[in-house]
């Protein structure tokens, strides 16, 4: 058996019926490069081929009244593809409104935690054809953020994909076994007993942390400060309605805005973000005089040694949006984002698991209970959460079908109803866009104007030259 760590666990105990905590995906597939054609059969024979290499996918949750730490994660022996593997076809005309209401009602429903934690939705009817006769398709996949964090959803991603549409499914990959009640329980109190030890390797880290930030807050070098974001309509309590909206950008503009200014793509991305917002807001007549403040996610996996399958530090932006020229506001970005780089790097990579794993869990639990319940619209800790996930620059294939477009999408919270995940892959640039039907019903405003922005920011280039 594999036991979740207090982190992975924290991904159960702060799920509620108005926040579903799972990470999803929606590809855009191209069915012509399928050898022998589109099925519906087929994609099932092809994903039941990969679940030996996806262990991810076989296991399920299991406990014990007599646990008195997190649960374990288990191999289902009894794992039906076809709950899993879902099938449905888009209502006329199938463009991409009708794909994003129906993507954001799936994204809405919680995933039953007595089966392994995943869904596939194959979707037909895109932009009104057959697939069968080599129509688009599109593929929504979801998966509980207790099982994958960014990187391993992206390792899942790997082995569900292939560089070739017609290549040989990966080597198996034992998964975590089975486990008795008592086994689950006698493994938990041993690692109840280890909580002192664990607590004494959070102080001195923690301890390091506050005393850095002192000082880096004394120095002017410090992140941006939580709790100083102005309020926005995502700041406030979400339903579990979800809305999703996407874009996709030429990576190589990207690259090319990133090399003439001399900063990082993420600067770029998070200025695109950024300008985005700012356009979104003023349309409305809600931009804050303040400038808006994210939470910018980072994996820690190569530098934990930390069990668990999520590893996430992080840090504060601000996203510079009371600038108003684009250019300006990519200098400033990358000027605070280098700041806040530095400060997050003098953090311990593993503290967040640290002090998570140091905590009971009916703790974890009451605490993760009483933050969302804090009065957050009017003192929000951020404004959204933004993620950037580099993908392979090369053609990805799945169940046979190229991968035209991946739009990734996080989850959101309580104060908290906006997360942007921006990918790239095979020259794209693909932006995942996700909020609460409640607080918005126009995302794809927010959306379009990311290709505004980028190409702004493009016409600068020749304007400098």
Same mark, same amino acid.
């Given at each position: 058996?594999?036991?979740?760590?207090?982190?992975?666990?924290?991904?159960?105990?702060?799920?509620?019926?108005?926040?579903?905590?799972?990470?999803?995906?929606?590809?855009?597939?191209?069915?012509?490069?399928?050898?022998?054609?589109?099925?519906?059969?087929?994609?099932?024979?092809?994903?039941?081929?990969?679940?030996?290499?996806?262990?991810?996918?076989?296991?399920?949750?299991?406990?014990?009244?007599?646990?008195?730490?997190?649960?374990?994660?288990?191999?289902?022996?009894?794992?039906?593809?076809?709950?899993?593997?879902?099938?449905?076809?888009?209502?006329?005309?199938?463009?991409?409104?009708?794909?994003?209401?129906?993507?954001?009602?799936?994204?809405?429903?919680?995933?039953?935690?007595?089966?392994?934690?995943?869904?596939?939705?194959?979707?037909?009817?895109?932009?009104?054809?057959?697939?069968?006769?080599?129509?688009?398709?599109?593929?929504?996949?979801?998966?509980?953020?207790?099982?994958?964090?960014?990187?391993?959803?992206?390792?899942?991603?790997?082995?569900?994909?292939?560089?070739?549409?017609?290549?040989?499914?990966?080597?198996?990959?034992?998964?975590?076994?089975?486990?008795?009640?008592? /086994? @689950?329980? %006698?493994?938990?109190? =041993?690692? !109840?007993?280890?909580?002192? #030890?664990?607590?004494?390797? +959070? $102080?001195?880290?923690?301890?390091?942390?506050?005393?850095?930030?002192?000082?880096?807050?004394?120095?002017?070098?410090?992140?941006?400060?939580?709790?100083?974001?102005?309020?926005?309509?995502?700041?406030? /309590? @979400?339903? %579990?309605?979800?809305? =999703?909206? !996407?874009?996709?950008?030429? #990576?190589?503009?990207?690259? +090319? $805005?990133?090399?003439?200014?001399?900063?990082?793509?993420?600067?770029?991305?998070?200025?695109?973000?950024?300008?985005?917002?700012?356009?979104?807001?003023?349309?409305?007549?809600?931009?804050?005089?303040?400038?808006?403040? %994210?939470?910018?996610?980072?994996?820690?996996?190569?530098?934990?040694?930390?069990?668990?399958?999520?590893?996430?530090?992080?840090?504060?932006?601000?996203?510079?949006?009371?600038?108003?020229?684009?250019?300006?506001?990519?200098?400033?970005?990358?000027?605070?984002?280098?700041?806040?780089?530095?400060?997050?790097?003098?953090? %311990?990579?593993?503290?967040?698991?640290?002090?998570?794993?140091?905590?009971?869990?009916?703790?974890?639990?009451?605490?993760?209970?009483?933050?969302?319940?804090?009065?957050?619209?009017?003192?929000?800790?951020?404004?959204?959460?933004?993620?950037?996930?580099?993908?392979?620059?090369?053609?990805?294939?799945?169940?046979?079908?190229?991968?035209?477009?991946?739009?990734?999408?996080?989850?959101?919270?309580?104060?908290?109803?906006?997360?942007?995940?921006?990918?790239?892959?095979?020259?794209?640039?693909?932006?995942?866009?996700?909020?609460?039907?409640?607080?918005?019903?126009?995302?794809?405003?927010?959306?379009?104007?990311?290709?505004?922005?980028?190409?702004?920011?493009?016409?600068?280039?020749?304007?400098?030259?």
């Amino acid at each position: 058996m594999e036991r979740l760590s207090a982190f992975d666990a924290s991904m159960l105990y702060s799920e509620s019926s108005s926040v579903p905590l799972q990470v999803c995906s929606i590809s855009e597939l191209d069915t012509t490069t399928i050898p022998g054609g589109y099925s519906f059969e087929a994609m099932r024979e092809h994903l039941a081929s990969r679940l030996p290499a996806l262990p991810e996918l076989r296991a399920k949750l299991a406990n014990s009244q007599l646990n008195l730490d997190h649960p374990v994660w288990v191999e289902d022996p009894d794992l039906d593809l076809t709950y899993h593997l879902r099938r449905v076809c888009l209502p006329a005309p199938g463009g991409r409104t009708e794909l994003a209401d129906l993507c954001g009602r799936i994204a809405s429903s919680p995933l039953d935690r007595a089966k392994p934690l995943w869904e596939m939705w194959v979707i037909e009817g895109v932009d009104g054809t057959d697939p069968h006769d080599g129509g688009p398709l599109a593929l929504m996949l979801k998966v509980h953020h207790a099982a994958v964090d960014g990187v391993s959803a992206a390792h899942l991603i790997s082995k569900l994909c292939d560089l070739e549409p017609d290549a040989p499914p990966p080597d198996p990959v034992e998964g975590p076994g089975g486990a008795r009640p008592f /086994e @689950i329980a %006698a493994g938990g109190l =041993v690692r !109840s007993l280890t909580r002192p #030890l664990q607590l004494a390797r +959070a $102080v001195p880290a923690t301890m390091s942390t506050i005393v850095s930030t002192i000082t880096r807050a004394r120095s002017g070098t410090a992140m941006a400060a939580p709790f100083s974001a102005p309020s926005t309509v995502f700041n406030t /309590e @979400i339903t %579990a309605e979800r809305i =999703v909206a !996407s874009a996709q950008l030429d #990576l190589g503009d990207v690259k +090319a $805005v990133k090399n003439h200014f001399d900063v990082k793509v993420n600067d770029v991305v998070m200025t695109l973000c950024a300008g985005a917002l700012r356009r979104y807001l003023a349309k409305r007549g809600e931009l804050p005089d303040k400038p808006l403040l %994210a939470v910018v996610p980072s994996s820690v996996h190569d530098q934990s040694d930390r069990p668990g399958r999520n590893q996430l530090s992080g840090f504060f932006c601000n996203l510079q949006t009371h600038i108003d020229d684009s250019v300006e506001r990519l200098r400033a970005i990358a000027e605070s984002s280098s700041r806040a780089k530095g400060h997050s790097a003098e953090i %311990a990579p593993t503290l967040l698991s640290d002090v998570t794993q140091a905590l009971p869990p009916p703790m974890i639990g009451f605490a993760l209970e009483l933050l969302s319940h804090t009065p957050l619209k009017h003192t929000p800790i951020h404004n959204a959460v933004i993620s950037n996930v580099a993908g392979p620059d090369v053609p990805l294939y799945v169940m046979g079908a190229k991968i035209n477009a991946m739009y990734p999408f996080g989850p959101i919270f309580h104060g908290s109803g906006l997360n942007i995940t921006v990918m790239s892959l095979d020259g794209k640039l693909n932006v995942g866009i996700i909020s609460c039907r409640k607080l918005v019903n126009d995302l794809w405003d927010l959306a379009d104007g990311f290709g505004a922005e980028l190409a702004e920011l493009v016409d600068a280039i020749s304007t400098e030259r």
